[in-house]
Nanobody, 117 residues
Framework: QVQLVESGGGLVQPGGSLRLSCAAS????????MTWYRQTPGKEREVVAS???????DYADSVKGRFTISRDNDRNVMYLQMNNLKREDTATYYC???????????WGQGTQVTVSS
């Protein structure tokens, strides 16, 4: 069955960096677009970044220039490198299968990122 397992979240000071990972299994990873979402209590989930299976990337305006999405199709892993983190980046981050237009069909369990001094 499809599984998406995130890791790498944690507590970081403003201006710091984290790298999230998403280990995928149960499907042909290289055939699918993958997307990172995030959610804060009381707010709707928002798309953070997407990477299509042909390599094109797309980012939310709020993270452009700070976050980088990447994938390793040989290892079935997706990454989100987050630099210059801001307090407003605090959220639960979810790895999902699918692009932002079609909407995801599978979600990981989420990993918490807290940006605080």
């Amino acid at each position: 069955q499809v599984q998406l397992v995130e890791s790498g979240g944690g507590l970081v000071q403003p201006g710091g960096s984290l790298r999230l990972s998403c280990a995928a299994s149960g499907f042909t990873f290289s055939n699918y677009a993958m997307t990172w979402y995030r959610q804060t209590p009381g707010k709707e989930r928002e798309v953070v970044a997407s990477m299509f299976n042909y390599g094109i990337t797309d980012y939310a305006d709020s993270v452009k220039g700070r976050f980088t999405i990447s994938r390793d199709n040989d290892r079935n892993v997706m990454y989100l490198q987050m630099n210059n983190l801001k307090r407003e980046d605090t959220a639960t981050y979810y790895c999902t299968r699918g692009g932002p237009l079609d909407g995801p069909d599978y979600w990981g369990q989420g990993t918490q990122v807290t940006v605080s001094s």
